[in-house]
């Protein structure tokens, strides 16, 4: 399984939606429950799944789970778990 | 990964099965995923599936408000689903952020609005203290000490207001210490340094907490440093999200609520059943003989030592240990008899099955035998198969998972929340000797043809008395624990049972029980209220210990006398039948009751007491 459908599977579990109506454009624009705790509890989720910590900005770069798959990857590269 | 690709098939499985309508089947997949993969995403999809099976399982209700300063809803999904797992289904309401002195002071808040049976307090040091934290360096010696008594004024003012006006159960977190105190290596070497300030407050909330009833203190910050002061917390989830807990660790947070809030919901263990070879000794006796096992001091037999010292603390707490072995009794006897590396001897087992027998079997055996239900069993066991067959043969016995490294037993004992008590009562310290003193009791029955030869021989005297200061504890944990001979299991908190003891209000007795074989103990509890003509009970039970010895008779003989003695002219009670109550389903129909009214199950019985009373067992000398 790769990091975009293991962060897909989080979004799933966290809003409660089928892991396949989630796509790398999915965010809080288009899924009404991802309101601003659902945000921190993914930025939580994925950090305890990956092992990672992200900074303020990065938090702020996440803007749909996409972008969430693409900075975990970067992360994993930078410092292997 | 593959362990993900599984997660997602048992997602899918736990699904078919939820609509499918198999809801225990569901619970047990649930519990699996939580075992391969806790954590934040899965507590989130642990809490859907549970919300669906509500009505379907047995749920205990319980609704929690969190008082806090800071941003904790993170750690609500995390406790959420470890209490479903447990059983136990939470409401948690989180009061606003940094509102909690608000929400204590105003009688009409959301707090007391919210009519929670228990209250979280949540606050750090920093913010309740802040001259204590980040500025305390500016601080001359005796402003140090004025600060400290402050803030346990300032506790001890807010404990006081939530106990007049909340009958809830109230966790307080103790403040923590700072990872790095502001005057450096001095903070040690001063007894008015900044960690000695802070725990001079942590001392006095204790001595509080002991004035009032149902103030329980969550050690926060033996609870930080257990998990290392510095990898606890993350300083920029705190400065942007008011989250001061690494992702990581908030799981540890939840699961200290639980340890709370699994005995205050009764949902605790009163048995342990453990397995022997390569768990209470490395290596297999049947094989290995005495001089090969591993029990001892030194490494590798120290690890189940310290395993056997672990389930001995829970003796002392009055859970009973029980043994559950696939081997040649006499060879495991010798061992259990003899072994010099043994902390554990056979009087310390309540009850002994070994044999070659199916391991479920043996447990419904031992649940037999010492009366106790099988719902409050844990079964240790270092093999995978018999865990995996328990749990599938019995989903009411917790089965608890053991570390591959035999290191890691003790503590996965010690952590587990079905073992913790809010109190201990003298029936507890003296619980391994109480159970011995029956089993000569069945032992002597064997010997009389009837049983009322056997009632006689027994020379049962009963003492009934109003609750009082020093039962109070012991009544409020049978309400809590009671649940065979239990006609309307009603779960009251001691800070509940001492409003209800005012004499204008209830009669709440209790009754003692002793024999040629030692004492019982309190044993039973009887809660009524005069309403007009009729009284009322409201509770009724008895520990299973007693059970059939017609002191249950003895005790509504009694509760019968003093309704008519104050006028009354009826006595009425309801049975509310749950899932382990059948033993007193009748109870009321053997003592003359009619049936009043019934309801969903639940039937309200009636006796008329102007035609006499009920008859006491002449075989129990009752004062």
């Not at chain 1, 897909?8 to 809080?28: E, T, V």
Request: glycine share 6%; aromatic share 6%; proline share 4%.
């Amino acid at each position: 399984m790769n990091v975009f459908e293991q962060v897909r599977g989080i979004a799933s579990d966290l809003l409660g939606i089928p892991a396949d109506q989630i796509n790398a454009a999915s965010s809080p624009e288009n899924i009404e429950a991802w309101d601003s705790v659902q945000h921190l509890n993914l930025v939580l989720a994925l950090e305890e799944k990956f092992g990672l910590q992200l900074s303020p900005e990065e938090m702020e770069q996440i803007r749909n789970v996409g972008d969430a798959a693409r900075l975990v990857e970067s992360k994993a590269q930078e410092s292997p778990r | 990964m593959s362990s993900d690709s599984k997660g997602l098939d048992l997602r899918s499985e736990i699904d078919r099965l939820i609509s499918a309508g198999s809801a225990d089947l569901a619970c047990l997949r649930l519990s699996e995923l939580w075992r391969n993969e806790a954590g934040a995403a899965t507590a989130a999809f642990l809490v859907n599936r549970y919300e669906k099976l509500r009505g379907k399982i047995a749920l205990f209700s319980s609704r929690v408000a969190v008082l806090r300063s800071f941003t904790v809803e993170p750690v609500v999904p995390l406790l959420r689903a470890e209490a479903f797992l447990h059983g136990i289904d939470l409401t948690v309401q989180m009061g606003d952020f940094n509102a909690y002195v608000q929400e204590i002071l105003d009688p009409g808040s959301s707090l007391y609005r919210f009519e929670p049976d228990v209250i979280v307090v949540a606050v750090r040091t920093p913010d309740l203290a802040p001259e204590l934290w980040q500025g305390y360096a500016d601080l001359a010696p005796e402003a140090v000490s004025s600060t400290a008594e402050r803030v346990t004024n300032n506790f001890s003012q807010w404990i006081r207001i939530l106990r007049e006006r909340s009958s809830a159960a109230v966790i307080i977190h103790s403040l923590e210490l700072p990872a790095r105190p502001a005057v450096g290596l001095l903070d040690s070497q001063r007894s008015t340094g900044q960690s000695a300030a802070i725990q001079q407050i942590n001392q006095a909330m204790k001595q509080i907490a002991t004035e009032h009833r149902g103030i329980h203190i969550l050690d926060y910050d033996g609870l930080v440093a257990r998990h290392g002061r510095l990898r606890w917390h993350d300083e920029q989830k705190w400065l942007t999200a008011r989250m001061p807990i690494a992702a990581d660790h908030l799981i540890f947070l939840a699961r200290e609520w639980l340890r709370f809030m699994v005995p205050l919901s009764g949902r605790i263990a009163k048995v342990l059943v453990t397995d022997l070879d390569n768990t209470l000794w490395g290596g297999v006796i049947g094989e290995d003989g005495m001089p090969g096992i591993k029990l001892g001091a030194e490494y590798p037999g120290a690890a189940y030592q310290s395993l056997q010292r672990a389930l001995l603390d829970l003796a002392r707490r009055g859970i009973l240990l029980a043994i559950c072995s696939k081997n040649n009794p006499e060879e495991a006897m010798e061992a259990l008899e003899k072994h010099p590396g043994m902390l554990l001897r056979p009087k310390d087992f309540s009850a002994v099955r070994i044999n070659w027998n199916d391991k479920a079997q043996n447990l419904r055996e031992i649940a037999s035998e010492l009366n106790v239900g099988i719902d409050s069993f844990v079964f240790l066991d270092d093999n995978p198969v018999e865990r995996a067959q328990v749990r599938s043969a019995l989903p009411g016995v917790m089965v608890l998972d053991l570390p591959e490294d035999p290191i890691a037993y003790a503590a996965a004992v010690r952590d587990c929340a079905v073992f913790e008590r809010l109190a201990l009562s003298n029936e507890d310290l003296r619980r391994t000797t109480l159970y011995a003193a029956e089993h000569q009791r069945s032992e002597a029955k064997n010997n009389f043809q009837t049983k009322e030869d056997f009632f006689r021989y027994l020379d049962q005297e009963a003492e009934v008395a109003p609750v009082s200061e020093a039962t109070i504890a012991r009544v409020a944990q049978l309400t809590q624990k009671t649940n065979q001979f239990n006609l309307t299991t009603r779960r009251y908190s001691e800070q509940q049972i001492a409003e209800m003891a005012d004499p204008q209000e209830c009669q709440v007795l209790s009754i003692k029980v002793r024999d040629r074989f030692g004492d019982h103990g309190l044993v039973g509890v009887a809660i009524t209220r005069d309403e007009g003509e009729t009284c009322q009970i409201d509770t009724f039970l008895l520990s299973c210990r007693v059970i059939g010895r017609t002191v249950e008779t003895a005790l509504l003989a009694y509760i019968a006398r003093n309704a008519a003695s104050r006028g009354c002219k009826r006595l009425q009670g309801w049975f509310l039948p749950t899932k382990k109550n059948s033993p007193a389903s009748e109870f009321y129909r053997q003592h003359g009751f009619e049936i009043a009214a019934q309801n969903d199950g639940a039937s309200l019985w009636s006796l008329n007491l102007t035609r006499g009373g009920i008859d006491s067992p002449q075989w129990i000398k009752v004062s």
